[in-house]
């Protein structure tokens, strides 16, 4: 298919320059190709490219200058990212012949692989992969944003570009012949000429993945590391070849230093380089601490001194590591230490760009100044601080003193008392953005000797007067969120689109601020959000938190319609069509799932379920009296469908052991389906209904115990507290069982699991509601109402019970934790996403979910989302 380049419409932003052409037809998705290239030869390559697409139809965009296509190509926005000079977006049918067309005029060329996709020629920089030509978002299982791919038979794929290429089931590749040819080195059967069988995969990096591997030759376990050409690449031409190539050279200067690897071969394959060192152990210090619970004193003593040792042994060889973390604390089976990942290391001075957020980085030193052994006692402090409590250092705000004073308050609550306070002070000094202090905590390490007593900073007083500032700060912030949302410049180029749904998008921050309508602004931007999100494409499944039914119920309580549904409540159907009628009324098909996301049954669960479909449809009832039947209709097909079995909960995986069960959690367990059950039966008045809702807060209860057990046993997770798979959405079900069962031994049990959570919280790295601390001070303020209280919140006990005022002295101890995991002062705080790395207003993992938390422990109580009141 060909055309002229009449028409053609193009324009710029800070990213991307456009090409669209108006003849294109409207594609949601399809094969898309991808041109990588270097920033030096971006404008040529594009020269090249230009006439190709201008022959057919097509949209495409590019990279709008050098400096842009080096971000892209250093992987710092991601793997998906690398190499994507160009995107082009052809007519169906014509991506073969364009990709051949490109294929010819770019033969010779180089640029970077781009992860996500195939490439179409082994010698030109073409590549394609199977993707959205549209925008169409939400947040998956995991929380991760997935772009949605709704295919012919109604099953949804995410189509986001990943470090792996992937292709929805329903498409049959038009290279298929031509991708056998150009294979990945990695998916080839052995490395180095075959000589290396990969065993495991350690880690996928946009500079190159790390394997574990077996040595043919030897026998021996060695782990080899890939370089992947033009990536990551500067000015100079240096990429990150040149910083594998360095790493050697480290190592060669180690060479025989226990605790550090040994630099065993390098080989090359194609552009890519590979460097096989000696394997130090198949665990590390992250994964040690996640999986089996924090050190106690004895552990953290002994690496303490283990970890100095091997640095003073790698300083006096020259060499500063200045990438310290506990990702490279490498662990044996013996529990050992050794050192790995040298890449960013400074041997004589002399080191690459680089530094991990919370860890080197505070302490970076400008470019030109040789980097000194001080700088590596700031991240054995903090890693430390990792190993006591398995918290990684506050890193939100721009102010590194600020992060530090954050990290050393939360230390305080992990580590309180006496007992520990000569490590708190040790981490402080090792912390220190002094380097004579840090060189002062350290030698006190080597020798033993203690420093005199320190005062240590009092945390803020989390009352009333305090609350109430920030609760009107973070308003504040989420009706300015709200307007980058809708803001058509603001949003364009924002990194990361914003979804519609309730988890991690705009339903979620707009029925937060539906709670605040009495503040200034907050009236205007629900209209303006909820008015945004109805404008966006509804292709999303049926889900209540991750899909349309979380997004119909805030634009029904925003009072703008249902959205996706059909607001006249004239659904039309058969049961021979598969609908459900309850009175004259019907659930329509696209009401309900049809397949799991494994293409198995349906999922049971609350997030995207059948559970979380209920649940949603009830609200939507009270909210929507015009169509209360219909809604009750989907509802009542939610309970036939969980009792019959048609709807499952998906097997826990594999990443649940040694952890709160999926099984037995909110978010994709047992807990919500009992919730949502417990909930029907109590709204339709069925003696059937109401005994399965009974059956199954009965068996959520008599597997509570355990998992108190467990969540209070040595070495406990912090996982055990959390809303969505811990104790804390488990509690939250058991103090709804007690007030629609009217059976005291739920509320008994829920405050056990309180007291347990509350005890959790401080080792909680995340505020937001899924995971985090939000979610944990929600449940308290659950209990604390359901204990019975009365008054405003404050720093004087009002007339309420002693249990109760337990409950809300822990809830304001979990607030008071949550502002040691943020930046800005106390009273305008700025609560980092998960990641710690950046705020948003999203309700699972940002401002709009802490802000439900501090709403209700400011007011004693109050609606909480996905709640029926």
Known sequence: MTGSAAGRRGWSDDTWTYLNDPRMPAVEHGWKLHVSARPGELAAVIGIVRPVLLRYVCHAKWASGPEVLRELNSGMRGAGSVGKAITVYPAPGTVVALAEELVAVLRGREGPTVVSDRRVDPDAPVHYRYGPFTGDYRTGRSGRLESVMVGPDGRVFDGLAAASYRCPPW??????????????????????????????????????????????T?????????????????????????????????????????????????FRHRSDEYLVMSSCGDRDLRREVQERGPYDADRLAGLATRLLRLLDGIHRRGVVVRDLKPDNVALDADGRCRLVDFGISAIDGAAPDGATPGYSEPVRRPAGQPARPADDYYALGATLGFAATGLDPV??????????????????????????????????????????????????????????????AEPPRVDADLLREIVEHTTGYCVAEAGRIVDPVLSARAAVPTPVDVYGGSAGLGLELIHHLHRPGVSEAVEALARWTAGRSRSLPPGFYSGRTGVDLFLAEAGIGTGGAAADGAAVGTAADGAVMRGTLVARAEDLPTRGPDGGPPEADLIEGVAGIGIGRLLLARCSPADRDRHLAVAAECARMLASGRARLSPAGADTVGRAALREGLAHGTAGVAYFLLEYGSSSGDPADLRRAEQACAELAAVTPGLLARATAPGATRRYGSWCRGLAGVGTVLVRAADRLGDPGYLSLARQAARTCAALAPRMPLVGQCCGLAGVGDFLVDVAVASGTSGTCGTTRTSGSSASEEFWDAARTVAAVILSRSGGTPARPVFPD????????????????????????????????????
Do not use: C, M
């Open 171 to 216: 498409a049959e590749d038009p290279f298929e012949r031509r991708a056998a040819a150009a294979a990945r080195p990695e998916a080839s059967p052995g490395l180095g000429g075959g000589r290396y069988r990969v065993t495991a995969g350690i880690a996928r990096k946009p500079q190159g993945n790390v394997y574990r591997a077996v040595d043919l």
């Open 218 to 266: 030897t026998g021996l376990p060695v782990v080899v590391k890939q370089a992947r050409a033009f990536v990551a690449e500067e000015e100079s031409g240096a990429d990150a070849r040149d910083r594998l190539r360095h790493e050697r050279a480290v190592l060669s200067a180690l060479d025989g230093l226990p605790g550090v690897p040994r630099a065993l071969d390098s």
């Open 395 to 456: 890193i939100v705000d721009d102010d590194p003193a600020v992060n530090r004073d954050r990290t050393l308050a939360g230390l305080a609550r992990a580590l309180p008392g006496d007992d520990h306070r000569r490590f708190r002070e040790l981490i402080a000094e090792l912390t220190s953005l002094d380097p004579a202090v840090r060189t002062a905590g350290a030698d006190r390490l080597r020798t033993g000797k203690s420093r005199a007593a320190s005062r240590e």
């Open 834 to 869: 998960p990641g710690l790395a950046r705020a948003s207003a999203t309700w699972a993992g940002g401002s709009a979910g802490v802000l439900g938390f501090l709403r209700r422990l400011h007011d004693r109580g109050g609606p909480r989302l996905g709640l029926i009141g």
